[in-house]
């Protein structure tokens, strides 16, 4: 009985998280990793990776809480262990900030995370702009060195890595894939002509200020200040619909004001960098199988695109749910076409 | 006016600036000289970096310089961390002087396998080698000046003219006045790089002693990790076996620690004493009075509390310009 083919296709974090889950539990598969970009020219690169979410708007909250549960517990293992650094994976306590008291003052994951709890007034002394605040420890996951070791883990379940661009499903099917997973974030729209999906860009800059150890969300997520490893991501922008992949300057200057209203010593901090990224974004991430008929032949597709900003924060969730996916399309399979 | 402060750690510089702030106005002209054999950063308190505890008037005051534009200088900064028991215990008595005091919950201890209690608070930190500088040139700035030199005993300063001597002298303050109190409280720490470490995680044993369970205490540049406390030893140099135990308890602790780079380990021995002494004493060398002020015998906690202590040693400045009628009472 040959092995069945499998194709994850994409290599961000969500492609990346997906390909190994595969690898490693669906031993009688073998499994490739395809995308035209990877680690560091992802988008996933340009992330903080600060674990934090919106709901989707159509998504049961269950569904969502258990991608985020997933995720989180997953990477806090890791955190605790000695893969932590390689990993790139390290605890992240800090404050969301609102100017006025929220509707909903505990966010559909707030139990997921450590110690959720309002701040005191005492703690909200040092932000004057705002009424209201959370205190919680998340994960903090830098996919530079993320992706990294997820190849590593993929590499060591028999995956294969290969670089090449996706025009269509069709040659997929023609190189001879039973299963495609579609993991192409952005590049979905074209791959799979998805006019829902479309971009937000965001900019980020990269600062040296190590004395700062706390994250800073300002409410929405406008801006947000998330110290790393190397450096301290501040950002940011929210652009929908705009593909420009370079720094704009007026952003930088923006994002510093804002940030350093929020956190004045940053004024002192010196500018390390500046990236942009395109947040692969939908109203709803689309995460279900389908089977198509493509050259003659019958293949399972499972998608697993437009996480938008939330796709660090939900990657080994939605991989999880995937691969159960797979493995419905596995046991549905004729026995004939195994041959 | 002639002051002389004896030893340039946290106490002495931090005495210094409270005596300045207070008096110079006052007293016209006052001069503040500090004498030190060793000065930044070869100081017991360049080796410490301090978190929780505070006493309330030293973390109020540091708090206050948290927005300005010298906070980075001066070497202070925010961070979070966790303060684990292996049994459960009463609160302790620092939560009044930390942000954001609760209890551990459940799922955060399951991140540090046994220890079954502890608590989670936000702490003002304070690098000592950063500070230190930092008080140096506040001080000279204001005329201060340094002088670096050993003193014998409290008559040559007095002979050479000084009306006030403040003792900030630490461990070796045996030295200058016998007190059968004082102790070194030997520590060891080991200085690494792992910059994804953003909490301290601080043990507490009531068997062992607090300094003697592991603790990591992330700084702006690289991580502390210690513990060790050694009553009575007197060695300044380090020691590979402790180096051992503390490295291999640390790393059980905390696993990521694993690949973390050594960088160097660091000795400096804590000036222990059944309490601080922070009084005023007038002693007489020959025909000469003169007023001496102590504040020393910290333990492992001088930084914590300085600004509290040289408060309080300004203070009794003040009780003796009083008493010798060197200034109006009015104008205290």
Same mark, same amino acid.
């Given at each position: ?6 194709? $994850?296709?994409?290599?961000?974090? $969500? ?91 505990k966010p559909f994951w707030s139990e997921f995370v450590l110690g ?45 890595? $290969? ?58 997520g406008q801006s947000y200040i998330y110290p790393g490893m190397h ?109 | ?23 110079? +106005? ?27 505890? @505070? ?15 010298? +906070? ?15 049994? +459960? ?10 942000? /954001? ?36 040139? @506040?001080?000279?700035?204001? /005329? ?16 050479? /003219? ?10 070796? +303050? ?10 070194? /409280? ?9 910059? @994804? ?68 380990? @660091? ?66």
């Amino acid at each position: 009985m040959k092995r069945v083919k499998v194709v $994850v296709v994409g290599a961000g974090v $969500v492609g990346s998280s997906t390909a190994v889950c595969i690898a490693e539990t669906l031993t009688n598969c073998s499994v490739t990793l395809m995308g035209d970009r990877f680690t560091p020219d992802t988008t996933s690169d340009i992330a903080a990776g600060i674990l934090i979410c919106a709901p989707f708007p159509d998504i049961p909250l269950e569904r969502q809480q258990k991608w985020f549960k997933d995720t989180i517990d997953h990477l806090l293992t890791i955190a605790q262990s000695e893969e932590a650094s390689d990993a790139g994976v390290l605890l992240s306590s800090g404050w969301q900030l609102h100017k006025s008291v929220p509707v909903d003052k505990k966010p559909f994951w707030s139990e997921f995370v450590l110690g959720f709890r309002t701040m005191t007034d005492q703690e909200l002394k040092r932000f004057p702009n705002h009424k209201f605040g959370q205190a919680f420890t998340t994960v903090k996951c830098e996919c530079s060195n993320y992706l990294p070791w997820l190849e590593k883990r993929f590499r060591k379940a028999g995956g294969q890595v $290969v670089k090449q661009k996706v025009n269509n499903l069709q040659e997929l099917s023609t190189q001879g894939y039973d299963v495609i997973v579609n993991c192409s974030g952005l590049g979905a729209k074209t791959l799979v002509e998805d006019s829902q999906v479309y971009p937000v860009r965001g900019q980020v800059l990269k600062v040296h200020a190590p004395w700062l150890q706390h994250f800073i969300r300002d409410g929405e997520g406008q801006s947000y200040i998330y110290p790393g490893m190397h450096s301290v991501t501040i950002g940011g922008t929210r652009q929908a619909d705009d593909w420009r992949l370079e720094p704009d300057p007026g952003d930088s200057q923006n994002i510093l004001e804002r940030c350093s209203r929020l956190e004045p010593s940053l004024r002192r901090a010196r500018v390390l960098g500046v990236s942009v990224g395109l947040r692969p974004s939908r109203k709803n991430v689309r995460l279900e199988r389908e089977l198509l008929l493509l050259g003659g032949r019958q293949v399972d597709v499972v998608h697993n695109y437009g996480h938008g900003g939330w796709g660090v924060t939900l990657s080994w969730g939605t991989a999880l749910e995937a691969l159960s996916l797979v493995r419905q399309c596995l046991y549905q399979r004729p026995p004939s076409s195994r041959l | 006016m002639r002051v002389a402060v004896i030893g340039a750690g946290v106490s002495g510089l931090s005495t210094a600036q409270s005596i300045f702030e207070q008096y110079h +106005s006052l007293i016209i002209p006052l001069t503040i000289e500090v004498y030190a054999d060793r000065f930044t950063p070869l100081t017991t308190s360049d080796g410490a970096i301090s978190a929780c505890k @505070w006493c309330k008037e030293t973390f109020d005051y540091l708090l206050s310089f948290l927005r300005s534009p010298d +906070s980075i200088k001066m070497g202070i900064f925010l961070q979070s961390g966790y303060n684990l028991c292996s049994e +459960s215990a009463p609160d302790p008595s620092f939560k009044d002087s930390v942000l /954001g005091f609760r209890t551990l919950t459940e799922r955060e201890l399951e991140l540090f396998p046994g220890y079954s209690y502890g608590w989670f608070n936000t702490a003002l930190m304070v690098e000592g080698k950063t500070y230190l500088p930092w008080l140096m040139d @506040w001080l000279r700035e204001r /005329g201060v000046k340094f002088y670096q030199r050993k003193i014998e005993s409290f008559k040559e300063l007095v002979d050479s /003219g000084v009306d006030i001597i403040i003792n900030c002298t630490g461990v070796r +303050s045996g030295d200058l006045q016998f007190d059968p109190e004082l102790t070194p /409280g030997r520590g060891q720490i080991l200085k690494v790089q792992a910059p @994804w470490l953003k909490h301290w995680i601080i043990t507490h044993s009531f068997t062992a002693g607090t300094y003697n369970a592991p603790y990591i205490i992330p700084g702006s540049q690289s991580v502390v990790v210690g513990g060790c406390f050694q009553i009575g030893n007197w060695s300044e140099q380090n020691n590979s076996e402790d180096h051992q135990r503390i490295w291999e308890a640390a790393c059980k602790l905390e696993p990521s620690l694993k690949h973390a780079q050594i960088v160097e380990d @660091w000795t400096g021995l804590r000036p222990v004493r059944s309490k601080v002494r922070l009084v005023r004493e007038s002693m007489q060398s020959g025909q000469s009075k003169f007023e001496v002020i102590h504040n020393y015998g910290h333990g492992g906690f001088g930084l914590t509390i300085h600004r509290g202590c040289a408060q309080e040693a300004a203070r009794l400045f003040g009780e003796i310009l009083e008493l010798k009628d060197w200034v109006p009472k009015s104008s205290l």
